[in-house]
């Protein structure tokens, strides 16, 4: 594994570690295309900024640092630069000019919850067995990619469906079937392998394999060490083998605000 997009910083304050930190375990293992995605700075209509995101007020800093250490690491590693978000209807266009304003190169889209998270919205790790809430998920993930300007879906399945496997099945069926035609490529997130989560889910990756959908790697490093994490990228090369995914590791990031 060469590539990896997927980085936090000490700066959405539920990680640790400094960029260059980070950076330095990342060369240590190889890697020779890195970006920091972390989640992207928002304040909500009323001034709330949720807990787990980097300030808006930190979030130029955050986009300086990385490109001072993308020239000085140049030799070494080539750097981006950009945030993962939600898509969020009511808000996602003024996400989206904020991120192109602080200069980020790049988004990841993580639906961590549906509609929106503040005051309220639905959080997708939940256990859920309600079709309605799923179906949601999966439309605004189906209109987030038809936005044209998400490099690829982080944990895709992050979603946690409980409920009628025939219902898991249709939805998350037409999510892969809509990334496919999109050519957007689906994150098997290996933060979700380490932590044993309920995501890598095979179900999903059989869904995927069906519909031909392509898959990434992204380490989701929230500590210095995962930015290089040896350990999990057999078991996630080992279930898209199963599913019949293909993996591709050396790709490009979909470059925003150009
Ligand atoms: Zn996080
Ligand atoms: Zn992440």
Aim: glycine letters at 8%; charged letters at 25%.
């Amino acid at each position: 594994m060469i590539c990896n997009y997927h980085t936090h910083t000490y700066r959405c304050r539920h990680a640790e570690g400094t960029e260059r930190e980070y950076i330095e375990r990342a060369i240590a293992g190889g890697i020779k295309k890195m970006g920091f995605s972390d989640h992207i700075p928002f304040a909500f209509p009323d001034g709330h900024e949720s807990d787990y995101r980097v300030r808006v007020a930190e979030a130029e800093e955050y986009v300086a640092t990385v490109r001072a250490l993308k020239k000085e690491y140049a030799a070494d590693i080539e750097l981006h630069v950009g945030f993962e978000s939600e898509y969020y209807p009511k808000y996602f266009d003024e996400m989206y000019e904020n991120a192109v304003k602080w200069g980020a190169e790049y988004l990841l889209l993580g639906q961590h919850f549906t509609r929106s998270e503040w005051p309220d919205g639905f959080y997708s790790g939940w256990l859920c067995a309600n079709p309605d809430e799923l179906r949601i998920y999966c439309d605004e993930v189906i209109e987030a990619v038809g936005r044209g300007v998400f490099t690829y879906i982080a944990h895709p399945d992050i979603f946690n469906f409980v409920g009628d496997s025939a219902v898991y099945d249709a939805e998350y069926r037409r999510l892969c079937k809509a990334a496919k035609s999109a050519g957007v490529p689906l994150e098997i997130n290996l933060l979700g392998v380490r932590g044993s989560r309920h995501y890598p889910n095979e179900k999903f990756w059989r869904i995927a394999g069906e519909c031909g959908c392509t898959a990434v790697l992204g380490f989701d490093a929230h500590t210095a060490p995962d930015a290089y994490d040896a350990e999990s990228i057999p078991k996630a090369l080992a279930l898209a083998a199963r599913c019949g995914v293909e993996v591709v590791d050396d790709f490009e990031l979909k470059r925003i605000g150009v």
